[in-house]
């Protein structure tokens, strides 16, 4: 029982200091051998030139819920270990539930056939690659990421 009182305090805890916030950016992409180049950078994942492979722009988005909730995380690493673990945990779905928001108002808001979501790190593109998307998205001053 405590595991589900611990996530709720976490939830509502969350709920009061998030600022769910997201930014996109449609791009034409040029294929090449091993992956994409978008406006001049590299991405190189032969499973995301096969994700994109009837497909003539993409969309790149990133999505936040603000720092806020980094805060309540490093609260809780000094006070009490075990909900540092919770508070992550739902930070991380709550970050997933603003991405599934995003992905279905960009359906609504941009025409055409949509891919599922692919992130640095899916697959054989490279985690380090999210440092591109800082290159792409203006995510540091519109997000404060």
Not at 18 to 33: A, G, L, M, S, V
Not at 54 to 62: A, D, K, W
Not at 98 to 112: P, S, T, W
């Amino acid at each position: 029982m405590e595991n589900n009182s611990q996530l709720e305090k976490a939830y509502k805890e969350l709920c009061k200091v998030i600022q769910p916030k997201y930014i996109y950016k449609e791009y034409d992409f040029i294929r090449t051998e091993d992956g994409i180049i978008i406006d001049d950078v590299e991405f190189k994942s032969k499973k995301l030139l096969n994700h994109l492979r009837n497909s003539t722009s993409i969309i790149l988005f990133g999505a936040t819920i603000g720092v806020g909730a980094d805060t309540l995380v490093r609260k809780y690493s000094v006070t009490d270990l075990a909900m540092t673990s919770v508070a992550h945990c739902v930070g991380a779905s709550l970050v997933e539930n603003l991405c599934d928001i995003a992905c279905d108002e960009l359906k609504k808001e941009i025409k055409g056939e949509h891919r599922p979501r692919f992130s640095p790190g899916y697959g054989d593109l490279d985690i380090s690659s999210q440092m591109d998307f800082f290159r792409l998205l203006p995510m540091t001053t519109q997000l404060g990421v």
